[in-house]
């Protein structure tokens, strides 16, 4: 997959907003998906808030997507108000055009003057895949975290989101990683809130894939999109701060919750947590199903959206909205051991933003 990264060698954080958004290297030199690839067409720029930056985002008549600052270096418009002319950006409040390359091409006021050297916009490494658009607002330390369903051809593929959660990303994600809440979040869907599932203890380890989970058996009285009562092996994997996986292994069961075939279905969701800021963010998924017997795109949209509502009415809720990295802050159960290795490696890796 094409990278694209025209940023100069020199540090490429313009000196008026150095001091804003996250200073997290474990963050900026990760990547992070910031929307769908369908949601930026060409022929018009887009603005987007990623770690507190606020960043332009436009495709050129190539395809080629691009994301910058979102401030016009001569006096700090933004960008993203701007046009393309020509298959460049002209800024909103003078008209100042930047090619492709980020370079300044046209001064409009004196059209017979070659732009200065300094005279360009601040992009940032992007590359599309898995059906979203990442950015990296350093230098990429790792690749993009796999998603291995995707091109599995007896898996079809479904983009669910955005969600918007008016909470912390981190809280979020740790949501979408825990099991416990299924009986209750989403009573009669997930879980049985007057008989719920005993949580066997279940094991942790950090591999090449991030934090991966032993597989954690629940029935579920709506298993997946089907609509039928499922017992469901969950297997999680927390790929990257921000980014995080679930695959599970669905048996058809009876009202006695004993399998009524040998057929075995998967469910996977793959998780993506855009930090606009601290305690606001954006979640995009994929799902991935088996292919054989699936009902449509939309009903599978139907139920993450439904799941998802449910999830950011509570994690909204959650106080306080930065997440308590340090365990001491907050009481666990050993249920929560994915959860508190989830916490330890964000302590481990530096990350404040977004943290306490």
């Not at 050129?60 to 401030?71: A, K, Y």
């Not at 950006?89 to 070659?114: F, M, Q």
């Not at 679930?246 to 006695?256: A, G, I, S, Y």
């Not at 799941?307 to 929560?336: C, K, S, W």
């Amino acid at each position: 997959m094409t990278v694209t990264d025209n940023r100069p060698k020199s540090d490429n954080r313009p000196l008026t907003l150095q001091d804003i958004g996250c200073k997290d290297e474990a963050l900026l030199n990760d990547w992070h998906v910031v929307g769908y690839s369908t949601d930026f067409e060409s022929g018009r720029p887009y603005s987007v808030t990623l770690l507190g930056r606020d960043l332009a985002v436009w495709r050129d008549s190539t395809g080629e997507l691009h994301v910058w600052e979102d401030l016009c270096i001569h006096r700090g418009a933004r960008l993203s108000g701007g046009t393309i002319i020509n298959n460049q950006i002209a800024c909103p409040y003078h008209g100042w055009r930047y090619n492709t390359e980020a370079k300044c091409t046209l001064i409009p006021s004196a059209p017979r003057d070659k732009p200065m050297a300094k005279a360009r916009a601040f992009p940032w490494a992007v590359q599309e895949r898995y059906g979203f658009a990442w950015v990296c607002l350093g230098d990429p330390a790792n690749d993009v975290p796999a998603f291995p369903q995707w091109d599995d051809e007896a898996q079809k593929k479904v983009h669910a989101g955005p969600f918007e959660f008016g909470a912390n990303g981190y809280r979020a994600l740790e949501n979408f990683v825990d099991i416990t809440h299924f009986p209750f979040v989403h009573s009669g869907i997930n879980g049985d809130p007057d008989n719920p599932d005993e949580i066997h203890p279940y094991s942790v380890e950090m591999t090449d894939e991030g934090l991966v989970t032993s597989e954690i058996p629940v029935f579920q009285p709506i298993g997946d999109s089907r609509g039928r009562p499922t017992i469901s092996g969950y297997t999680y994997r927390i790929q990257r701060p921000l980014v995080a996986a679930f695959t599970k292994r669905l048996f058809d069961v009876d009202e006695n919750h004993r399998p009524i075939s040998d057929d075995v279905n998967y469910f996977t969701v793959y998780a993506t947590a855009q930090l606009v800021s601290e305690t606001h963010s954006i979640i995009r998924t994929c799902v991935a199903v088996t292919k054989e017997g699936a009902v449509s795109d939309q009903t599978i949209k139907d139920r993450v959206t439904m799941v998802f509502t449910q999830d950011e009415a509570i994690v909204g809720t959650q106080r306080p909205e930065r997440i308590p990295a340090e365990l001491r802050y907050e009481l666990h159960h050993r249920n929560d051991l994915l959860a508190q290795q989830y916490r330890s490696w964000l302590r481990s890796l530096g990350i404040t933003y977004g943290v306490i």
